[in-house]
């Protein structure tokens, strides 16, 4: 059965290419019959892109075969690519409501596509690197569809899976195959980096690739995700974005301020605050206090004569979340910014965090205090444990490495988080305390995470609103769901 590819690797580039297009047309007919052969893979493959897309986006895949895939992601704007035409002729076929262009991805000119299909949210490449000839080439061509939101979801075969797949080709359970590129992911991430892209999240997934009832099921669901299992997998997967370019205008900066008992730290919340951006507007946001907090606050309001704008809120919810979600509701900056009312973040560290989203290094930025020395006072010994116990948990929940997730600083470009908001159902109404609750759509989002580290400071007044130990039960608790909506689905 391999005859027919036998001295492809052999051939010059553009033999190659045109072998492996004569390839595609001749089999064109029989793609879906293998795709029904193999459902269980391709459906798998079909919930991760819904997975990591959200549904009406603005998607373009390349090397889209029939279609099934671009047209499981529920676009809005659906445009599929590929340099086999007999394949193109049948996914047009299939579905006339998505546009498909039959061109080569190495030549590929924004030019060549209608100008309403020039710019994309999503754009993704699944299945079709082993075949690529220049997958640098491919990298750079697609840069002209990219704005600084898009990602970049690559798909491919764990290398690991040659002799098997190979195997499963010579008893026909699996398509044959021309020669392919067999890519690892430090290939493929270095690949992205030297193209303009940043990686963001690497993943694994399926290991039991065909279905047997009873088995499949609880393998690719639970153990397939497992640390050191998840190398054994047969799906690869790497999200990236492009290198975002820093921005231009300076942006404007709304800071909350969720406040209960701290009317001793009113003033200094303000009075320590530097310049931020453009502009500062600061939003106190009042919970239920048994102190003078909320007289406290109109009176700074009434009375401040500085450069940035103060607004006050009442919530007539209850929680850190509840404060911090009307905060971010009310406020018009672009930047938006949380600063806990006991100052145990300096306010003075604020302007590192805008700095960081401004140039372009992360789109999520979120403190970590576990970094400089810090008081015992600050934060005693078995909260540092339990810090650390929950930065383990997150960075093998989010595929992304973090230091401290409980840090009450996050800072985020209110585009964003008005995405968060509206994905808002996917979690549900889980998080009285509001960081998962941001962490958590920020990583189903895909934006890129980074941590600012900040100096820790013991509070000066009051004290601390936080019921350690129950807080913690329910921390254990957010995190056990979380694994199902982010891990184990």
Same mark, same amino acid.
């Given at each position: 059965?391999q005859?027919?590819?036998?001295?492809?690797?052999?051939?010059?580039?553009?033999d190659f290419?045109?072998?492996?297009?004569?390839?595609?047309?001749r089999?064109?007919?029989?793609?879906?019959?293998? *795709?029904?052969?193999n459902r269980?893979?391709? *459906?798998? =493959?079909a919930?991760?892109?819904?997975?990591?897309?959200?549904?009406g *986006?603005?998607?373009?895949?390349v090397?889209?075969?029939?279609?099934?895939?671009l047209?499981a992601?529920?676009? &809005?704007?659906?445009?599929?690519? !590929?340099?086999?035409?007999?394949?193109?002729?049948?996914?047009?076929q299939?579905?006339?409501?998505?546009?498909?262009y039959?061109?080569?991805?190495e /030549?590929?000119?924004?030019?060549?596509?209608?100008?309403?299909?020039r710019?994309?949210?999503?754009?993704v490449?699944?299945?079709?690197?082993?075949?690529?000839?220049?997958?640098?080439?491919?990298?750079?061509?697609?840069q002209?569809?990219?704005?600084?939101?898009?990602?970049?979801?690559?798909?491919f075969?764990?290398?690991?899976w040659?002799?098997?797949?190979?195997?499963a080709?010579?008893?026909?359970q699996?398509?044959?195959?021309?020669?392919?590129?067999?890519l690892?992911?430090?290939?493929?991430?270095?690949?992205?980096?030297v193209t303009g892209?940043?990686p963001?999240?690497? @993943? *694994?997934?399926? =290991?039991w690739?065909?279905?047997?009832?009873?088995?499949?099921?609880?393998?690719?669901?639970?153990?397939?995700?497992?640390p050191?299992?998840?190398?054994?997998?047969?799906?690869?997967f790497?999200?990236?974005?492009?290198?975002a370019?820093?921005?231009?205008?300076?942006?404007t900066?709304?800071?909350?301020?969720?406040?209960?008992?701290?009317?001793?730290?009113? &003033?200094?919340?303000?009075?320590?605050?530097?310049?931020?951006?453009?502009?500062t507007?600061?939003?106190?946001?009042?919970?239920h206090?048994?102190?003078?907090?909320w007289?406290?606050?109109?009176? =700074?309001?009434?009375?401040?004569?500085?450069?940035?704008?103060?607004?006050?809120?009442?919530?007539? @919810?209850? @929680?850190?979340?509840?404060?911090?979600?009307?905060?971010?509701e009310?406020?018009?900056?672009?930047?938006?910014l949380?600063?806990?009312? !006991?100052?145990?973040?300096?306010?003075?560290?604020?302007?590192?965090?805008?700095?960081?989203?401004?140039?372009?290094?992360?789109?999520?930025?979120? @403190?970590?205090?576990?970094?400089y020395?810090?008081?015992?006072?600050?934060?005693?010994?078995l909260?540092?444990?339990?810090?650390?116990i929950f930065?383990l948990?997150?960075?093998?929940?989010?595929?992304q490495?973090?230091?401290?997730t409980?840090?009450g600083?996050?800072?985020?470009?209110?585009?964003?988080?008005?995405?968060?908001?509206?994905?808002?159902?996917?979690?549900?109404?889980?998080?009285?305390?509001?960081?998962?609750?941001? =962490?958590?759509?920020?990583?189903?989002?895909?934006?890129h995470?980074?941590?600012?580290?900040i100096?820790y400071?013991?509070? /000066?007044?009051?004290?601390?609103?936080?019921?350690?130990?129950?807080?913690?039960m329910?921390?254990?608790?957010?995190?056990?769901?979380a694994?199902?909506?982010l891990?184990?689905?």
């Amino acid at each position: 059965m391999q005859a027919p590819f036998s001295n492809l690797l052999e051939a010059p580039k553009q033999d190659f290419k045109q072998d492996i297009r004569a390839y595609f047309d001749r089999i064109a007919p029989e793609l879906d019959r293998w *795709s029904s052969r193999n459902r269980y893979y391709y *459906s798998d =493959l079909a919930r991760l892109h819904q997975f990591l897309i959200p549904p009406g *986006s603005r998607v373009l895949e390349v090397g889209c075969g029939t279609g099934d895939l671009l047209q499981a992601t529920a676009p &809005a704007l659906g445009v599929g690519l !590929d340099f086999a035409p007999a394949v193109v002729a049948i996914a047009r076929q299939k579905y006339p409501h998505l546009s498909f262009y039959n061109l080569d991805a190495e /030549t590929l000119d924004a030019a060549q596509l209608a100008p309403e299909h020039r710019q994309f949210d999503y754009i993704v490449l699944s299945g079709v690197l082993g075949y690529l000839g220049d997958v640098q080439a491919v990298l750079q061509r697609l840069q002209p569809f990219c704005q600084p939101q898009t990602r970049l979801i690559l798909t491919f075969h764990n290398h690991l899976w040659e002799p098997l797949l190979g195997l499963a080709e010579r008893v026909g359970q699996r398509r044959p195959q021309p020669p392919q590129n067999w890519l690892s992911t430090d290939d493929m991430a270095n690949l992205l980096t030297v193209t303009g892209y940043r990686p963001l999240k690497r @993943g *694994s997934r399926f =290991l039991w690739p065909k279905f047997v009832p009873g088995v499949a099921g609880l393998v690719n669901r639970y153990l397939a995700p497992l640390p050191l299992v998840k190398h054994l997998c047969l799906t690869t997967f790497i999200v990236a974005r492009p290198q975002a370019a820093p921005t231009q205008a300076k942006p404007t900066c709304s800071v909350i301020v969720p406040a209960r008992n701290e009317a001793g730290n009113i &003033a200094a919340a303000v009075a320590r605050l530097p310049q931020l951006g453009e502009h500062t507007e600061v939003i106190f946001v009042e919970g239920h206090s048994r102190d003078r907090t909320w007289a406290t606050i109109q009176e =700074l309001v009434q009375t401040y004569q500085g450069p940035f704008t103060l607004k006050a809120f009442q919530q007539t @919810g209850r @929680g850190k979340a509840d404060a911090v979600r009307l905060g971010f509701e009310q406020a018009s900056g672009d930047i938006l910014l949380i600063l806990d009312a !006991d100052l145990t973040v300096p306010p003075e560290d604020l302007p590192h965090f805008v700095e960081v989203l401004a140039a372009g290094y992360g789109e999520f930025a979120n @403190g970590s205090r576990l970094v400089y020395p810090r008081s015992k006072t600050a934060m005693p010994w078995l909260n540092t444990v339990a810090n650390k116990i929950f930065a383990l948990l997150f960075s093998f929940l989010l595929e992304q490495p973090l230091k401290d997730t409980l840090c009450g600083t996050k800072v985020l470009w209110r585009r964003d988080y008005q995405r968060i908001a509206a994905g808002r159902s996917y979690f549900g109404d889980f998080d009285p305390f509001g960081d998962f609750d941001l =962490l958590f759509g920020a990583a189903k989002l895909n934006l890129h995470i980074v941590e600012v580290p900040i100096r820790y400071q013991p509070r /000066t007044y009051g004290s601390s609103n936080i019921a350690h130990v129950k807080e913690g039960m329910i921390l254990l608790q957010m995190c056990l769901y979380a694994s199902r909506k982010l891990k184990f689905w």
